[in-house]
T-cell receptor, first 114, second 114 residues
């Protein structure tokens, strides 16, 4: 069963506009949730790590994520998009606190329009 | 800043040939992961090492893939023979000891099988 679902394989926003990338997880609240960014032909870089103890987490590069338990979602946002934000973004979860295996979503490609 | 090293960055081979990828994790990181990332998808775990021991290779196609980490430091992933469907990005990641579940990724090896 899919543990994490990213909504939209491609998202386009204008430079300076709000970035919103959506991630839904399965009904059980995961103990850990991550957002990673991947630039072309590079590895994954951690944007932020979310634990169930918080509702809002600030990451690098101006990104932040809000945990919405009622909606089983953790959406990634940034108030003002930059051209350098164009990349692939992955939502990922660890399903059990004692586990260490990360399960990745299929990714969302973010396009920034000039 | 310490990084996970991978080589080569790009590899083009013909089907039925053998290929090998190398990964050197961040110094002191006991856990090492190999992932395969097909274009347009999230990474999928192939094998996980704890020091020199395989912890999980349930998703490794053992008829053609092998992985080793003989001294518990660097690791090699081999494919023999390569098939067209093996074309993908192969990512290596590592985590430190002590319970941290943040995975640090290398830049990956892009494999193209012709």
């Amino acid at each position: 069963a899919q543990s994490v679902t990213q909504l939209g394989s491609h998202v386009s926003v204008s430079e300076g506009a709000l970035v919103l990338l959506r991630c839904n997880y399965s009904s059980s609240v995961p103990p850990y949730l991550f957002w990673y960014v991947q630039y072309p032909n590079q590895g994954l870089q951690l944007l932020l790590k979310y634990t169930s103890a918080a509702t809002l987490v600030k990451g690098i590069n101006g990104f932040e994520a809000e945990f919405r338990k009622s909606e089983t979602s953790v959406h990634l946002t940034k108030p003002s998009a930059h051209m350098s934000d164009a990349a692939e973004y992955f939502c990922a979860v660890i399903l059990r606190r004692e586990d260490d295996k990360i399960i990745f979503g299929k990714g969302t490609r973010l396009h920034i329009l000039p | 800043e310490a990084e996970v090293a991978q080589s080569p960055r790009y590899k083009i081979t013909e089907k039925s040939q053998a290929v090998a990828f190398w990964c050197d994790p961040i110094s002191g990181h006991a856990t090492l992961y190999w992932y395969r990332q097909i274009l347009g998808q999230g990474p999928e775990l192939l094998v996980q090492f704890q020091d020199e021991s395989v912890v999980d290779d349930s998703q490794l196609p053992k008829d053609r893939f092998s992985a080793e980490r003989l001294k518990g430091v660097d690791s090699t992933l081999k494919i023999q023979p390569a098939e067209l469907g093996d074309s993908a990005m192969y990512l290596c990641a590592s985590t430190p000891s002590g319970g941290s579940n943040e995975q640090f990724f290398g830049p990956g090896t892009r494999l193209t099988v012709l």
